[in-house]
């Protein structure tokens, strides 16, 4: 059975940092482009970072240079690691599993597997 479980998820002020987590079952994170998405009220969810097979990444321009998608193999974890946090960055997010690209890809409607989210709240 697959899953994919987020963690590290909580409140933060302006500025600070977080680290997600997303512990893959069922799954291998090295034969899957993995993505990080969220969803704020009342928007869409939209592709944040996205991590290849071939350890390609790519990030929405809203995050680049501040976000941080990486995955540690052995322990089958996907990570997001988001520093100088903002207020807009505030919404739930989700880990995703594409098994059937090479490269990072921030495109959602491709990914088949996703968890069941985790709540980022950056307070001004």
């Known amino acids: 059975q697959v899953q994919l479980v987020e963690s590290g998820g909580g409140s933060v002020q302006a500025g600070g940092s977080l680290r997600l987590s997303c512990t893959a079952s069922g799954l291998t994170v090295t034969t899957n482009a993995m993505g990080w998405f969220r969803q704020a009220p009342g928007k869409e969810r939209e592709g944040v970072a996205g991590?290849?097979?071939?350890?390609?990444?790519t990030y929405a321009d809203s995050v680049q240079g501040r976000f941080t998608i990486s995955k540690e193999n052995a322990k089958n974890i996907l990570y997001l690691q988001m520093n100088s946090l903002k207020p807009e960055d505030t919404a739930i997010y989700y880990c995703?599993?594409?098994?059937?690209?090479?490269?990072?890809?921030?495109?959602?409607?491709?990914?088949?597997?996703w968890g069941q989210g985790t709540q980022v709240t950056v307070s001004s």
């Open positions: 991590i290849g097979r071939d350890s390609s990444t």
């Open positions: 995703a599993a594409h098994p059937y690209a090479a490269a990072a890809t921030l495109n959602r409607y491709v990914f088949t597997r």
